[in-house]
C-alpha cells in the first residue's frame, strides 16, 4: 500500500479512538461542538471589547483635544468680546477723534505744520573718499604709527 493512504487510515483511526475515548466519559459529538462554539463566541467578545477599548483611547485623545481647542477658543472669544466692549465706548471714540481727526480736547490749540513748503533748512552734503579702503587698513595704520612712532614702512 501507498504511504500516505497508511498515514490517512493511521490519523483516522487515532481520531476514532480519541471519539470513542470522549464518549466514554460522557461527551457527546453535540457537546463538543456546542464547547466549540461556546469558545468561538467567547473569543469573538473578548477581541470585540479589545477593539473598542482602542477605539475609546482614540476617541478621548481626540476628545481631549477638541476640548483644549474649545478652552482657546473661548478665551478668544472673550477677548473678542472685550474688545467689542471697548471699540462700542465713548473712551474710545474719544480718542479715536482726539488721535485720527486731528480734535483738540479743552485747553488745547492745534498747529498744523506743512513740511513740504518750507525751504529754510537743507541737508549736509556728505564727502565720500574717493578712495575706498576697509576697516582693517585704519586699524592697522592707526596701531603702526603708534607703536613706531609715525614712521612709515
Given at each position: ?62 476628545l481631549e483635544t477638541e476640548n483644549q481647542r474649545l478652552l482657546l477658543a473661548k478665551a478668544e472669544s472673550a477677548k473678542l468680546e ?72
Amino acid at each position: 500500500m501507498d504511504i500516505r493512504r497508511l498515514e490517512k487510515i493511521s490519523i483516522f483511526r487515532n481520531s476514532l479512538r480519541v471519539y470513542e475515548k470522549l464518549l466514554e466519559q460522557g461527551f457527546s459529538l453535540g457537546k463538543v461542538l456546542l464547547f466549540v462554539v461556546l469558545v468561538g463566541i467567547v473569543t469573538g467578545v473578548g477581541v470585540n471589547i479589545s477593539l473598542n477599548i482602542s477605539r475609546a483611547r482614540v476617541s478621548y485623545a481626540v476628545l481631549e483635544t477638541e476640548n483644549q481647542r474649545l478652552l482657546l477658543a473661548k478665551a478668544e472669544s472673550a477677548k473678542l468680546e472685550q474688545d467689542l466692549e471697548y471699540y462700542s465706548s465713548l473712551e474710545y471714540r474719544k480718542r479715536y477723534a482726539y488721535d485720527s481727526l486731528n480734535l483738540a480736547r479743552d485747553g488745547e490749540e492745534i498747529y498744523i505744520i506743512d513740511g513740504a513748503t518750507r525751504d529754510d533748512f537743507s541737508f549736509e552734503q556728505v564727502e565720500v573718499d574717493p578712495v575706498k579702503r576697509n576697516d582693517s587698513k585704519y586699524w592697522w595704520d592707526f596701531t603702526v604709527n603708534l607703536v613706531l612712532g609715525g614712521l612709515r614702512i
